[in-house]
């Protein structure tokens, strides 16, 4: 009983909350629709039936949206919306929400081909402005002024360079994960594969070797670690029980296409994230995906292709990694500012000839590497890194001159040594200090 008294308090505070918000939007004028997609049902109930929105509470959260949007645009006024440009073949496009994985719905928003060549739209773009309801015979709320490209003002957008013309250049800034004394994840990766901006990296790893859990330790570690840098998690053919997980645990934007959904989601939903990515990357913003996984993703590319007769083992068609391959290739660092980071994950040991091909067909286009071994994790000894055969390229642009001989002389030890006593080695030196730092300063001893 007490946990539904907690149940309809909670209940009553948002209802409250809710027509606080709907007084605020009337008196400036307009709702924001990308507030509206961050809200519960029990909030976007309430605020419907503020708008005498009939049979409110039997609508699915999507029209609820349109029904809110509607209802306010007759009795007053504005309404502003947000989404990523998804431009169709007809010329027209629409704006996306991330809130719904970029599948297409009845709220979003129809962008014309005027405003597309006015200001030089591409699809990815993130643009808000104000938007109109649908007139008789539309089916859609339609962009009637642009207020922001990118979050920068519209004119802005049109001096940007393409994402291709830019040159890309090796890793020259650290992205420091290092954040609890107890993340022993993200320390070790700090030490012997650090992570810069613009690294293409592989967390190779088998089944149940905790891929998943050091991805949710890099993301903690960027997030606090490094605000001003957009960090998006792409989740292909994954569980949704750890779409969920992720969501809860991590502050980002966490994009994902479930394993009950088709391969052309998949691929849709991947080229919608990449393109968001690279428009941000030219406006000179840092961003990082994390995609789980690389090889789910191939798998999806390797389904929706057409067939072009050449096969490689494992039934890979000659034209399947073309697709997974230029996402992979599109981190990079920019020479004049603005980075994309991918790290993403290759699954081996599956007893699937295909997943080794395309396993084989990455090995050797990242710039770093993490391999995760399945001895330590049945030994329960975590992070599962196997240290002798992880590393980053160029790593001497990212750590200072001192930190590099001590990770040297570090290295040089634990390469006498297999991988399960390096591992419990680093561990047990580790556990004794706080920081990196500290754990540097004790070799002297």
Known sequence: MPARNNNSSNDIVEIREARVEVAAAEEEGGLNLKALKEKKISELAQIARNFNVDGASSLRKQDLIFAILQAQAEQSGFIYGEGVLEILSDGFGFLRSPDYNYLPGPDDIYVSPSQIRRFNLRTGDVVSGQIRPPKEGERYFALLKVEAINYEEPERAREKILFDNLTPLYPQEHLSLEHDPEEYTTRIIDLLTPIGKGQRGLVVAAPRTGKTMMLQSIAHGITQNHKEVILIVLLIDERPEEVTDMQRSVRAEVVSSTFDEPATRHVQVAEMVIEKAKRLVEHGKDVVILLDSITRLARAYNAVVPPSGKLLSG????????????????????????????????????????????????????????????????????????????????????????????????????????????????????????????????MNQ
Not at 318 to 344: C, H, M, V, Y
């Open 315 to 442: 039934g890979v068609d000659a034209n399947a990694l073309r697709g997974p391959k230029k996402f992979f290739g599109a981190a990079r660092n920019i020479e004049d500012g603005g980075s994309l980071t991918i790290i993403g994950t290759a699954l081996v040991d599956t007893g699937s000839r295909m997943d080794e091909v395309i396993f084989e067909e990455f090995k050797g286009t990242g710039n770093m590497e993490i391999h995760l071994d399945r001895r330590l994790m049945d030994k329960r000894i975590f992070p599962a890194l196997d240290i002798n055969r992880s590393g980053t390229r160029k790593e001497e642009l990212l750590l200072s001159r001192e930190v590099l001989n001590r990770v040297w002389i570090l290295r040089k030890l634990l390469a006498q040594l297999n991988t399960v006593e390096a591992m419990e080695f680093l561990m047990d030196k580790a556990h004794g200090t706080k920081t990196n730092q500290e754990f540097l300063d004790s």
